[in-house]
Nanobody
Framework: QVQLVESGGGLVQPGGSLRLSCAAS????????MDWYRQAPGKQRELVAA???????VYADSVKGRFTISRDNAKNTVYLQMNSLKPEDTAVYYC???????????????WGQGTQVTVSS
């Protein structure tokens, strides 16, 4: 069984930094994309940053220049370094990944449980 577990959320002042981690565990044959989404109260879930297995990255316009997504493929882990945080970055952040479990021939999509990020003074 494949699981995604996020960590690293918390309360930070405006202008501060946080680093989120998401580790995939279980019977994994391969991982394609590993992405970060967020959902603020009363808003739809939105893509924050995406990364492919080849290293290509994509960012939402609202976080370009402030957030950096990176991966450690040996550890099946994706990170989100968040700098210059703003109150509007407050949301639950979710990890999402396309993973091929061991013994299966196709990719399946998985979500983590989410981690709260609150930016407030």
């Amino acid at each position: 069984q494949v699981q995604l577990v996020e960590s690293g959320g918390g309360l930070v002042q405006p202008g501060g930094s946080l680093r989120l981690s998401c580790a995939a565990s279980g019977s994994i044959f391969s991982i394609n994309s590993m992405d970060w989404y967020r959902q603020a109260p009363g808003k739809q879930r939105e893509l924050v940053a995406a990364s492919t297995s080849s290293g290509r990255t994509v960012y939402a316009d609202s976080v370009k220049g402030r957030f950096t997504i990176s991966r450690d493929n040996a550890k099946n882990t994706v990170y989100l370094q968040m700098n210059s945080l703003k109150p509007e970055d407050t949301a639950v952040y979710y990890c999402n990944a396309d993973i091929r479990p061991t013994g299966l021939s196709r990719l399946s999509n998985y979500w983590g449980q989410g981690t709260q990020v609150t930016v407030s003074s």
